[in-house]
């Protein structure tokens, strides 16, 4: 992760207002966040904390009420910056009477690239979001993780710097919320700087570096996921074939020392890591029971 | 007739403009700075009332500055590709539905449209042009209307935005796509209408063998003969043949057929000619002598309260004067230069103050004069009928009220080309009116199809126009809102002389605030107001605030109903290239400032929610 800024908040406030201008809500306070190149920044809260709003404002789509939202140091309002950025948003709003490829050649021309660059890339991307059978239908007849598919496609459209991901994960299946994190590392470990707003929180542990906590349009949390979520006071100690014995010698060791055990006892796996090994082992052996351990 | 008014040469109406108005280009660019500087102005009073005076100055200047710069990077791919989009947008949304309608129209239409009138070709091509003209304003209007702001619905707009698409691009791609789907259902509308048309008029007649009549020559010869066709599409015509029996028949409902011998007392009739016609008229410049000699700019009235055509007394010196330019014998050079003649038409209105003799039309006559020399043809007299284009072909060989040969080209046309046209009523205690357009020089048809496509064409110009404010105003309000505008842009339009007439005081009755006070006292426009505080203050009113408005509204509206042509396709008169050109500029200049305006409106608002 290099130190150069690529998106920076200074203050950013935002106020949505009625008909007569009235004031509505207030959706964002005073925000001050920096997001570097190469990293994936995650912006968490519950519905209705801000998240959305930030990433409508960096993106221009929203105005700020008071301060300013710059992106590669340019005001949002300037669409020379989008020439460098990709964006999926919360549900792909994408036009349904055109085919995956009408689609991102449509796209493509937005980028205004040349028509022998565009053909090579719409390859290249259909093949990436595995859409290669369905590439001449119809958007309408997609299902709903296809469609998330092909929203990402296009998002991907012009290879960005800078990647903004709106709930990316919403509405998948953990197959497809799995590949959809998988997507996100990838690009990552191409040098991309990811900002993504979710409030699942295990899909922004998994691949986050840095997150905001934002609760109703204020700041709450900022740093790196790992930093966060470090309990400084408890030690944490995993082991394998221990004897009873020996836990009962670890347990008295504790004792000694005049600690506090916790707890001492087998750990269990996430239901996506159950679920995941599941279909896998389904994939591998179809008609049979799977046999996870 | 069609011509009304002056018809500017091109490059004159751009550039210079008539006695009265202004040119075209400089016209645009006042009414663009008017329009700019009052945007400017509200831009900064919203944008103050925001931020403060200065962030709103601040933010104001950024945006115009912006604008400027961004607006000079349109790249024609995007531009294509949102033009693209716009067009299959279209065909999901059925526009071909729209051509569904119009040859259900078409299949419907020959139970209310016939042959048996005096001019159908008028009937029929006012009916499918105008068919054209309304369905394919109403289609630009449903498109145009209705795609943004479903972008907005939709949000698909966001990911679109999010590109480096600027918003100017959208606006033009979105006209020009749109644009594009018009062309192509006005192009199948046209080639259907001018099928239609010819097919619908299409008949043939039999000679009718026991109507002839032996035509001898002056030394008794066969000459020969005279006869009728049958009756059919409702109507017959007379025929002359010659000794080989070879020959055409009278005109009757706007047409005539040639005949052809094909045997011994076998005829072939062919189809109708000149149905559809593209005359090219030259005009002059009319004038009037009243009954006691005196020069006079109209003749008089007979009460009638349009005041287009004026009058000229039978049986006294009154005489209706047109005066051409620029004759010469090539105005129709087909001829051996021996045998051309000047080819006139000449439109008269009757009006009979008394029945004269029943079945016998009025009589008048037509001279030729000299400006320079006052050299006047003997009058040659012609029948005189009610609205009829009477084409009369003037002879190159003419006698002078002296009797003497004189050569119509070289004598009577002044060393400047000019030649003036005298007509006069014969018959005492009748009347005939004349416009200036009654009486041209006929110079050779041009081509109906061409003329047909150029009327196709204005309704093109008046569908564009739609298309731009739709797009326009939809990048402010939801779809429905931008209908209604639409419909009320289109409808003030076509009465915009009325509305320019309300804003500058022409019309009686006042403005719309005392319209208000009218209709709830039940004070008719004739009736002066009371002198009250009320009715002072809506005057005020008026006068103050809502009349320059409206002024200023005026300024930025089409004349829709100057822009159709279908009139002149009807009456049978080519469409001049002039009138073309003027409208596609026209039309071109809306969207240039539509298309900046659009520009604006989109980039200063907010696309999310």
Same mark, same amino acid.
């Given at each position: 992760?290099?130190?150069?800024?690529?998106?920076?908040?200074?203050?950013?406030?935002?106020?949505?207002?009625?008909?007569?201008?009235?004031?509505?809500?207030?959706?964002?306070?005073?925000?001050?966040?920096?997001?570097?190149?190469?990293?994936?920044?995650?912006?968490?809260?519950?519905?209705?904390?801000?998240?959305?709003?930030?990433?409508?404002?960096?993106?221009?789509?929203?105005?700020?009420?008071?301060?300013?939202?710059?992106?590669?140091?340019?005001?949002?309002?300037?669409?020379?910056?989008?020439?460098?950025?990709?964006?999926?948003?919360?549900?792909?709003?994408?036009?349904?009477?055109?085919?995956?490829?009408?689609?991102?050649?449509?796209?493509?021309?937005?980028?205004?690239?040349?028509?022998?660059?565009?053909?090579?890339?719409?390859?290249?991307?259909?093949?990436?979001?595995?859409?290669?059978?369905?590439? #001449?239908?119809?958007?309408?007849?997609?299902? #709903?993780?296809?469609?998330?598919?092909?929203?990402?496609?296009?998002?991907?459209?012009?290879?960005?710097?800078?990647?903004?991901?709106?709930?990316?994960?919403?509405?998948?299946?953990?197959?497809?919320?799995?590949?959809?994190?998988?997507?996100?590392?990838?690009?990552?470990?191409?040098?991309?700087?990811?900002?993504?707003?979710?409030?699942?929180?295990?899909?922004?542990?998994?691949?986050?570096?840095?997150?905001?906590?934002?609760?109703?349009?204020?700041?709450?949390?900022?740093?790196?996921?790992?930093?966060?979520?470090?309990?400084?006071?408890?030690?944490?100690?995993?082991?394998?074939?221990?004897?009873?014995?020996?836990?009962?010698?670890?347990?008295?060791?504790?004792?000694?020392?005049?600690?506090?055990?916790?707890?001492?006892?087998?750990?269990?796996?996430?239901?996506?890591?159950?679920?995941?090994?599941?279909?896998?082992?389904?994939?591998?052996?179809?008609?049979?029971?799977?046999?996870?351990? | 007739?069609?011509?009304?008014?002056?018809?500017?040469?091109?490059?004159? =109406?751009?550039?210079?403009?008539?006695?009265?108005?202004?040119?075209?280009?400089?016209?645009?660019?006042?009414?663009? @700075?008017?329009?700019?500087?009052?945007?400017?102005?509200?831009?900064?009073?919203?944008?103050?009332?925001?931020?403060?005076?200065?962030?709103?100055?601040?933010?104001?200047?950024?945006?115009?500055?912006?604008?400027?710069?961004?607006?000079?990077?349109?790249?024609?791919?995007?531009?294509?590709?949102?033009?693209?989009?716009?067009?299959?947008?279209?065909?999901?949304?059925?526009?071909?539905?729209? @051509?569904? %309608?119009?040859?259900?129209?078409?299949?419907?239409?020959?139970?209310?449209?016939?042959?048996?009138?005096?001019?159908?070709?008028?009937?029929?091509?006012?009916? %499918?042009?105008?068919?054209?003209?309304?369905?394919?304003?109403?289609?630009?209007?449903?498109?145009?209307?209705?795609?943004?702001?479903?972008?907005?619905?939709?949000?698909?707009?966001?990911?679109?935005?999010?590109?480096?698409?600027?918003?100017?691009?959208?606006?033009?791609?979105?006209?020009?796509?749109?644009?594009?789907?018009?062309?192509?259902?006005?192009?199948?509308?046209?080639?259907?209408?001018?099928?239609?048309?010819?097919? !619908?008029?299409?008949? !043939?007649?039999?000679?009718?063998?026991?109507?002839?009549?032996?035509?001898?020559?002056?030394?008794?010869?066969?000459?020969?003969?005279?006869?009728?066709?049958?009756?059919?599409?409702?109507?017959?015509?007379?025929?002359?043949?010659?000794?080989?029996?070879?020959?055409?028949?009278?005109?009757?409902?706007?047409?005539?057929?040639?005949?052809?011998?094909?045997?011994?007392?076998?005829?072939?009739?062919?189809?109708?000619?000149?149905?559809?016609?593209?005359?090219?008229?030259?005009?002059?410049?009319?004038?009037?002598?009243?009954?006691?000699?005196?020069?006079?700019?109209?003749?008089?009235?007979?009460?009638?309260? =349009?005041?287009?055509?004026?009058?000229?007394?039978?049986?006294?010196?009154?005489?209706?004067? =047109?005066?051409?330019?620029?004759?010469?014998?090539?105005?129709?050079?087909?001829?051996?230069?021996?045998?051309?003649?000047?080819?006139?038409?000449?439109?008269?209105?009757?009006?009979?103050?008394?029945?004269?003799?029943?079945?016998?039309?009025?009589?008048?006559?037509?001279?030729?004069?000299?400006?320079?020399?006052?050299?006047?043809?003997?009058?040659?007299?012609?029948?005189?009928?009610?609205?009829?284009?009477?084409?009369?072909?003037?002879?190159?060989?003419?006698?002078?009220? !002296?009797?003497?040969?004189?050569?119509?080209?070289?004598?009577?046309?002044?060393?400047?080309?000019?030649?003036?046209?005298?007509?006069?009523?014969?018959?005492?205690?009748?009347?005939?009116?004349?416009?200036?357009?009654?009486?041209?020089?006929?110079?050779?048809?041009?081509?109906?199809?061409?003329?047909?496509?150029?009327?196709?064409?204005?309704?093109?110009?008046?569908?564009?126009?739609?298309?731009?404010?739709?797009?326009?105003?939809?990048?402010?309000?939801?779809?429905?809102?931008?209908?209604?505008?639409?419909?009320?842009?289109?409808?003030?339009?076509?009465?915009?002389?009325?509305?320019?007439?309300?804003?500058?005081?022409? !019309?009686?009755?006042?403005?719309?605030?005392?319209?208000?006070?009218?209709?709830?006292?039940?004070?008719?426009?004739? %009736?002066?107001?009371?002198?009250?505080?009320?009715?002072?203050?809506?005057?005020?009113?008026?006068?103050?605030?809502?009349?320059?408005?409206?002024?200023?509204?005026?300024?930025?509206?089409?004349?829709?109903?100057?822009?159709?042509?279908?009139?002149?396709?009807?009456?049978?008169?080519?469409?001049? =290239?002039?009138?073309?050109?003027?409208?596609?500029? %026209?039309?071109?200049?809306?969207?240039?400032?539509?298309?900046?305006?659009?520009?604006?409106?989109?980039?200063?608002?907010?696309?999310?929610?």
């Amino acid at each position: 992760m290099s130190e150069e800024i690529i998106l920076q908040t200074r203050a950013l406030s935002k106020v949505y207002r009625d008909f007569w201008g009235r004031q509505k809500v207030r959706a964002l306070k005073g925000l001050d966040l920096e997001v570097r190149r190469g990293e994936v920044f995650g912006l968490l809260g519950p519905n209705g904390s801000g998240k959305t709003t930030t990433i409508k404002l960096l993106l221009g789509l929203l105005f700020p009420t008071e301060g300013e939202a710059l992106v590669f140091g340019k005001p949002a309002s300037d669409v020379a910056k989008n020439e460098r950025l990709g964006y999926l948003p919360e549900e792909s709003y994408l036009y349904r009477f055109l085919t995956a490829d009408e689609t991102l050649d449509f796209y493509g021309r937005l980028f205004d690239m040349p028509s022998d660059v565009r053909r090579q890339r719409i390859d290249e991307l259909i093949e990436m979001v595995g859409l290669q059978k369905a590439r #001449k239908r119809q958007l309408q007849e997609y299902s #709903k993780g296809m469609t998330r598919r092909i929203g990402l496609a296009q998002a991907l459209i012009n290879d960005p710097e800078l990647i903004m991901l709106d709930e990316p994960t919403s509405g998948l299946d953990p197959i497809g919320t799995r590949e959809m994190k998988d997507m996100i590392l990838r690009l990552k470990d191409e040098g991309k700087t990811i900002v993504m707003c979710s409030h699942l929180l295990a899909d922004v542990q998994d691949v986050c570096d840095r997150i905001a906590i934002l609760h109703q349009g204020e700041l709450k949390e900022l740093g790196r996921v790992d930093e966060l979520l470090k309990v400084a006071d408890v030690t944490q100690i995993r082991a394998k074939n221990l004897s009873v014995d020996c836990q009962q010698e670890l347990r008295d060791v504790i004792s000694r020392h005049h600690g506090e055990l916790v707890s001492l006892d087998n750990p269990t796996t996430t239901l996506e890591e159950l679920f995941l090994d599941i279909v896998r082992d389904s994939e591998a052996r179809p008609g049979r029971r799977a046999g996870v351990k | 007739m069609v011509v009304e008014q002056q018809l500017l040469p091109y490059f004159q =109406w751009l550039l210079t403009g008539g006695e009265n108005s202004l040119g075209a280009l400089p016209s645009f660019f006042f009414v663009f @700075l008017g329009v700019a500087m009052a945007a400017l102005v509200i831009g900064f009073a919203i944008a103050a009332s925001r931020y403060g005076i200065l962030r709103g100055g601040d933010v104001t200047y950024k945006t115009v500055s912006e604008g400027l710069s961004e607006l000079l990077q349109t790249a024609p791919r995007r531009v294509w590709a949102i033009a693209r989009l716009a067009i299959k947008e279209s065909m999901r949304r059925r526009v071909a539905v729209a @051509l569904g %309608v119009f040859f259900l129209v078409l299949l419907f239409a020959n139970w209310f449209l016939s042959t048996n009138h005096q001019e159908p070709a008028r009937l029929y091509l006012s009916f %499918v042009l105008t068919a054209s003209t309304y369905l394919v304003l109403g289609v630009a209007l449903l498109l145009s209307a209705f795609s943004l702001p479903n972008d907005f619905k939709t949000k698909t707009i966001y990911t679109v935005v999010t590109k480096p698409v600027r918003a100017g691009e959208i606006i033009l791609g979105r006209i020009i796509g749109f644009t594009i789907v018009i062309t192509g259902l006005l192009a199948i509308m046209g080639v259907g209408s001018y099928i239609f048309v010819v097919r !619908s008029l299409d008949h !043939s007649h039999t000679v009718e063998l026991e109507s002839f009549q032996v035509v001898t020559g002056p030394a008794g010869e066969d000459a020969g003969k005279k006869g009728t066709t049958s009756r059919d599409a409702g109507h017959r015509h007379e025929l002359t043949l010659d000794a080989e029996g070879n020959g055409e028949t009278t005109v009757e409902n706007g047409h005539t057929h040639a005949i052809e011998s094909i045997g011994e007392n076998k005829y072939r009739v062919s189809p109708p000619l000149g149905f559809i016609r593209a005359r090219v008229p030259q005009y002059g410049k009319l004038r009037f002598i009243d009954r006691s000699g005196a020069a006079k700019d109209t003749g008089i009235s007979v009460g009638s309260e =349009w005041t287009y055509r004026s009058f000229i007394d039978g049986n006294t010196p009154a005489t209706a004067i =047109w005066t051409f330019d620029n004759v010469s014998d090539a105005v129709d050079p087909k001829p051996p230069e021996a045998e051309r003649s000047l080819p006139l038409s000449l439109i008269v209105r009757v009006f009979k103050t008394h029945k004269g003799v029943i079945g016998q039309a009025l009589q008048g006559t037509i001279q030729l004069r000299n400006p320079e020399s006052q050299l006047t043809s003997e009058p040659l007299p012609f029948d005189a009928q009610d609205q009829q284009v009477d084409d009369i072909d003037i002879p190159r060989k003419l006698l002078s009220q !002296s009797r003497q040969e004189i050569d119509l080209f070289k004598d009577l046309v002044s060393k400047d080309g000019k030649i003036e046209v005298l007509v006069k009523c014969l018959d005492r205690g009748q009347y005939f009116g004349f416009a200036q357009a009654d009486c041209y020089i006929r110079h050779p048809d041009g081509s109906p199809i061409a003329s047909f496509a150029k009327v196709c064409v204005s309704i093109w110009v008046q569908a564009v126009i739609v298309v731009s404010v739709g797009v326009t105003i939809s990048t402010l309000v939801s779809g429905p809102v931008a209908m209604l505008f639409v419909v009320g842009f289109i409808i003030l339009g076509f009465w915009r002389q009325d509305f320019v007439d309300i804003a500058t005081g022409k !019309s009686y009755g006042g403005g719309p605030a005392e319209s208000v006070v009218r209709i709830a006292t039940q004070a008719n426009v004739m %009736v002066q107001l009371e002198d009250t505080l009320l009715n002072n203050l809506v005057s005020g009113f008026d006068k103050y605030f809502a009349k320059p408005i409206m002024w200023a509204v005026a300024q930025t509206l089409p004349d829709f109903r100057s822009f159709s042509t279908v009139r002149y396709a009807a009456d049978g008169y080519n469409v001049p =290239w002039d009138r073309v050109f003027q409208d596609v500029t %026209v039309c071109l200049g809306y969207v240039i400032g539509l298309s900046i305006l659009g520009y604006f409106l989109l980039r200063t608002r907010e696309v999310a929610k």
